[in-house]
C-alpha cells in the first residue's frame, strides 16, 4: 500500500543563514573514529593504532579536504567529457542529415534515380539494427575499446562514399556509417551516465542534446557537392580518435570479461558471452522491417512479395527475439543451454512498466525529429519554392526551440521540482500539438506560423531526450548498457518507421492528385526525392504533405497518454552521507527516489488521504520507509512528497537511487 510523508518547514528565512552546515561523510566518520579512539585510550591508558590525526577536525562552515579534492575530479571528469565526446556525438548526428540536400545529386551521379531512397535506408536500417548489440560489446569489452571501433567503422565508411565509383561501394560505406553511428550514440549516452550521479548525469546530457540539436540542423546546411558532404566527417573522426585516446581511455569503464592488460587470448572466453542468437534475430527483425517498409508504396506496391515476405519473416523474428531472450533468463531453456550467454536486451527489463512507456516515448521522439527535418525541408522546395540551401536555413528554426527545450529540461532536472515526470510530460504536449499545427500551416501555407511550430515542436523534442535517458538509469541503474541500448534503438526506429508512414501517405496521395507517372515499379506512387516532376503540381504536394503530417499524429498522442501513465524519478534528494561515488560527489549530488507506479495515481492517493504531519523537527528520527531524514536544517517553507511501498528494493551501491517498485 502506498503511503505519503509530509514534511513541511516553517523556520524563517533569516534563521536559515544561522543554521550549521550538515556534516559530510568525511567529518561524520572522522568524529566517529575520533569518538571510539578516545575510548580505546581511556579504557587502555595509551592511543589506539591507526589514530585519524590527518583527518584534522574542520569547523561547520568549511569544507574538507577530501570534499574539495572530490570536487575537483568532478569538474576534471566533466571537462574531459564534454572534450571528449562532444565531437563525435556531433558526428553521430550530423551524419544522418548531411546527405539530406543532396540524395537526388547523387542518385543522378550513379544514374540511379529509382534506387535513389536507398541512401538513406543503409544508413538508417544498420544504425538501428546494430544498436544493442554495442551496448552489449561496451559492457563485456569496455567503452573504449568499442567507442574507438565505431569511430574507426564511420571513418572507413565516410572514406568509401567520398571515393565512391560504384553505387554498390556508395551503399556499402553509407551501411558501415549506420554501424559506426550506432555505436557512437548509444555508447556515448551509456559513458555520460557511467560514474556520476543522476544530477551529473542530467546536466552532460542536456549539453549533448544540444550538441546533437546542432548536428541535425547544421547538416542539411553545409550539405552542398555530395562528395564534400562525406569528406566533412573524415577529419572530424581522425579527431576524435586522438582526443577519446588521451582523455578517456583511464577514466571509461572496463569490460566485464576483457580488461586493461588482458590478453588476446582472453578474448574468445569474452566472445563466448555474447548473445549472437539475439544478436541475429533482433538484426535480421529490424532490418527486415525496415526493409519492407521503405520499399513499400514507393518502389514496390505494399501488396507485392517484395513487400509481404520481409514484412511477415521480419515480423516472425522480431517476436522469436523476445521469446529467445524470455527463455535466456536464468533457469530458462536456454539459459541451461547457452550458460555463459548474457542476453543482449533481458526479458527481465520489461517487469518495470515504465520501460515499455518510455520506449514509446523515445519512439514517438523519433517520429516527430525525423519528419520536422525531412518533410518540413521537402514543403519550403516543393511548395514554397525554396532552393535546397534556403530550406536548409529555414529549418534552423529547429535550433532554439531545442535549446529552450533542453534548457527547460535541465531547469526541471535540476532545479525545480527536480523530477523527470514533468519535463517528459510537458514535452509530449508540445509535440502533439506543434506537429498538429504544423499540418495546419500546411494546409494554410502559412509559412511563419510553420517555423514557429517547428520551434515549439523543437522544445518538445528537447525537453523528452535528456529526461527519458535520465528516467531511465533511475529505474535500471544496475542495468543501465542493456536499458540505454533499449532506448536508443526506440528512437531512430520510430524516426524510420515515421518516414516509412509519412512516405506512403505522401505517395499515394500525391499520386491521386497528379498526372505524373511515378517511377518505375511504383504504379501511381512518387518518390519525394523526385523534386523535378513534383514541382509541377505544388498544390498537390501540399496536400500530400499535409495528410503525411496528419498520419502520425495518432503516434504522437499514444506517447502523450504513456506518459500520463509513468512513474517518476526524482533527481538529488538529499540522502544519507555514505560517501563519495566514482566521479562525483556524493554529498552534493545525493540520491534519487523511484516511483514506479504512476505518478498522477499516486499524487491522486496522497491528496484523498495524507496521513499526520512530521516537521523537520523530527529530522533526526527514522521515518517509516526505514530511512533516517536529512533536511537542510531551517529552510524556508516548502513541501516534500515521498511515495513508497514496501519494501524498497535493495541497491548494490550507494550511487544507485532508490528504487521503489509496486
Given at each position: 500500500m502506498i503511503k505519503a510523508y509530509k514534511y513541511v518547514s516553517q523556520k524563517t528565512k533569516d534563521s536559515k543563514s544561522l543554521a550549521p552546515k550538515p556534516l559530510c561523510a568525511h567529518r561524520s566518520q572522522w568524529y566517529q573514529l575520533e569518538s571510539r579512539n578516545r575510548e580505546d585510550s581511556?579504557?587502555?591508558?595509551?592511543?589506539?593504532?591507526?589514530?585519524?590525526?590527518?583527518?584534522?577536525?574542520?569547523?561547520?562552515?568549511?569544507?574538507?579536504?577530501l570534499c574539495k579534492e572530490q570536487k575537483h575530479n568532478a569538474r576534471v571528469y566533466r571537462v574531459k567529457l564534454i572534450v571528449g565526446l562532444t565531437l563525435p556525438f556531433t558526428l553521430s548526428t550530423l551524419d544522418l542529415t548531411i546527405v539530406a540536400t543532396a540524395t537526388s545529386t547523387i542518385a543522378s551521379h550513379f544514374n540511379q534515380f529509382d534506387e535513389l531512397n536507398w541512401?538513406?535506408?543503409?544508413?538508417?536500417?544498420?544504425?538501428?539494427?546494430?544498436?544493442?548489440?554495442?551496448?552489449?560489446?561496451?559492457?563485456?569489452?569496455?567503452?573504449?575499446?568499442?567507442?574507438?571501433?565505431?569511430?574507426?567503422?564511420?571513418?572507413?565508411?565516410?572514406?568509401?562514399?567520398?571515393?565512391?565509383?560504384?553505387?554498390?561501394?556508395?551503399?556499402l560505406g553509407r551501411a558501415l556509417q549506420g554501424i559506426g553511428s550506432a555505436g557512437l550514440n548509444n555508447i556515448i549516452m551509456i559513458v555520460l551516465a557511467d560514474k556520476v550521479s543522476l544530477k551529473e548525469n542530467a546536466r552532460n546530457k542536456s549539453?549533448?542534446?544540444?550538441?546533437?540539436?546542432?548536428?541535425?540542423?547544421?547538416?542539411?546546411?553545409?550539405?552542398?557537392?555530395?562528395?564534400?558532404?562525406?569528406?566533412?566527417?573524415?577529419?572530424?573522426?581522425?579527431?576524435?580518435?586522438?582526443?577519446?585516446?588521451?582523455?578517456?581511455?583511464?577514466?571509461?569503464?572496463?569490460?566485464?570479461?576483457?580488461?586493461?592488460?588482458?590478453?588476446?587470448?582472453?578474448?574468445?572466453?569474452?566472445?563466448a558471452t555474447i548473445d549472437l542468437g539475439g544478436?541475429?534475430?533482433?538484426?535480421?527483425?529490424?532490418?527486415?522491417?525496415?526493409?519492407?517498409?521503405?520499399?513499400?508504396?514507393?518502389?514496390?506496391?505494399w501488396s507485392s512479395p517484395q513487400v509481404l515476405a520481409p514484412l511477415i519473416i521480419g515480423a516472425i523474428c522480431f517476436i522469436a527475439f523476445f521469446v529467445y531472450e524470455y527463455l535466456l533468463e536464468p533457469g530458462k531453456l536456454f539459459a541451461r543451454i547457452f550458460p555463459r550467454h548474457v542476453a543482449m536486451l533481458p526479458y527481465s527489463l520489461f517487469e518495470r512498466r515504465?520501460?515499455?512507456?518510455?520506449?514509446?516515448?523515445?519512439?514517438?521522439?523519433?517520429?516527430?525529429?525525423?519528419?520536422?527535418?525531412?518533410?518540413?525541408?521537402?514543403?519550403?522546395?516543393l511548395v514554397a519554392g525554396y532552393s535546397a540551401s534556403k530550406a536548409g536555413l529555414d529549418l534552423l528554426y529547429y535550433i532554439p526551440g531545442?535549446?529552450?527545450?533542453?534548457?527547460?529540461?535541465?531547469?526541471?532536472?535540476?532545479?525545480?521540482?527536480?523530477?523527470?515526470?514533468?519535463?517528459?510530460?510537458?514535452?509530449?504536449?508540445?509535440?502533439?500539438?506543434?506537429?498538429?499545427?504544423?499540418?495546419?500551416?500546411?494546409?494554410?501555407?502559412?509559412?511563419?506560423?510553420?517555423?514557429?511550430?517547428?520551434?515549439?515542436?523543437?522544445?518538445?523534442?528537447?525537453?523528452?531526450?535528456?529526461?527519458s535517458s535520465l528516467h531511465t538509469v533511475g529505474i535500471w541503474p544496475e542495468r543501465i548498457a542493456p536499458a540505454m541500448s533499449l532506448m536508443q534503438v526506440s528512437l531512430p526506429f520510430g524516426g524510420t518507421l515515421g518516414l516509412t508512414i509519412m512516405t506512403s501517405v505522401f505517395n499515394n496521395k500525391f499520386g491521386r492528385s497528379s498526372a505524373i507517372t511515378g517511377l518505375e515499379g511504383t504504379g501511381s506512387s512518387l518518390n519525394v526525392h523526385d523534386t523535378n516532376s513534383a514541382r509541377q503540381r505544388p498544390m498537390a504536394a501540399k496536400d500530400a504533405i499535409m495528410w503525411a503530417f496528419i498520419s502520425i499524429i495518432p503516434i504522437i498522442g499514444l506517447s502523450l497518454i504513456t506518459t500520463t501513465i509513468m512513474g517518476n524519478v526524482w533527481v538529488n534528494v538529499r540522502a544519507k552521507?555514505?560517501?563519495?561515488?566514482?566521479?562525483?560527489?556524493?554529498?552534493?549530488?545525493?540520491?534519487?527516489?523511484?516511483?514506479?507506479?504512476?505518478?498522477?495515481?499516486?499524487?491522486?492517493?496522497?491528496?484523498?488521504?495524507?496521513?499526520?504531519?512530521?516537521?523537520?523537527?523530527?529530522?533526526?528520527?527514522?521515518?517509516?520507509?526505514?530511512?533516517?531524514?536529512?533536511?537542510?536544517?531551517?529552510?524556508?517553507?516548502?513541501?516534500?512528497?515521498?511515495?513508497?511501498?514496501?519494501?524498497?528494493?535493495?541497491?548494490?551501491h550507494i550511487n544507485t537511487p532508490d528504487s521503489i517498485d509496486p
Open positions: 581511556e579504557s587502555l591508558g595509551r592511543p589506539r593504532s591507526g589514530s585519524t590525526k590527518e583527518l584534522s577536525p574542520t569547523t561547520d562552515i568549511e569544507e574538507c579536504r541512401i538513406i535506408t543503409a544508413f538508417s536500417l544498420t544504425s538501428t539494427t546494430f544498436i544493442p548489440i554495442f551496448g552489449q560489446l561496451a559492457d563485456v569489452f569496455g567503452r573504449h575499446i568499442i567507442l574507438q571501433t565505431a569511430l574507426f567503422l564511420m571513418l572507413i565508411g565516410s572514406v568509401l562514399c567520398a571515393a565512391a565509383q560504384t553505387w554498390g561501394m556508395l551503399l549539453l549533448f542534446t544540444i550538441f546533437g540539436g546542432v548536428g541535425y540542423a547544421v547538416g542539411p546546411v553545409i550539405g552542398g557537392n555530395w562528395r564534400y558532404c562525406f569528406v566533412v566527417p573524415i577529419p572530424i573522426a581522425i579527431l576524435s580518435h586522438i582526443m577519446i585516446f588521451v582523455l578517456l581511455r583511464n577514466d571509461l569503464v572496463e569490460g566485464t570479461m576483457f580488461k586493461k592488460g588482458s590478453r588476446w587470448s582472453s578474448i574468445l572466453p569474452a566472445l544478436s541475429v534475430l533482433f538484426i535480421s527483425g529490424v532490418g527486415l522491417i525496415i526493409l519492407a517498409t521503405t520499399w513499400g508504396g514507393a518502389t514496390y506496391p515504465d520501460t515499455i512507456w518510455l520506449a514509446i516515448v523515445n519512439f514517438s521522439t523519433g517520429v516527430a525529429s525525423y519528419s520536422i527535418f525531412y518533410f518540413v525541408s521537402i514543403y519550403y522546395i531545442l535549446g529552450a527545450g533542453g534548457y527547460l529540461a535541465i531547469y526541471f532536472c535540476n532545479g525545480f521540482p527536480r523530477q523527470t515526470f514533468y519535463p517528459l510530460l510537458l514535452g509530449a504536449v508540445l509535440s502533439t500539438v506543434g506537429l498538429s499545427v504544423v499540418a495546419y500551416a500546411i494546409s494554410t501555407q502559412k509559412t511563419s506560423l510553420l517555423s514557429g511550430m517547428v520551434v515549439i515542436t523543437g522544445a518538445g523534442v528537447g525537453l523528452r531526450l535528456m529526461p552521507n555514505d560517501g563519495a561515488h566514482a566521479g562525483g560527489n556524493n554529498t552534493e549530488d545525493g540520491r534519487s527516489e523511484v516511483i514506479h507506479v504512476p505518478y498522477l495515481w499516486a499524487l491522486a492517493k496522497v491528496t484523498s488521504s495524507l496521513p499526520s504531519f512530521h516537521t523537520r523537527d523530527d529530522a533526526n528520527k527514522p521515518n517509516p520507509t526505514g530511512h533516517h531524514n536529512h533536511p537542510q536544517a531551517h529552510q524556508q517553507a516548502h513541501l516534500i512528497i515521498i511515495i513508497t511501498t514496501t519494501p524498497p528494493t535493495p541497491q548494490h
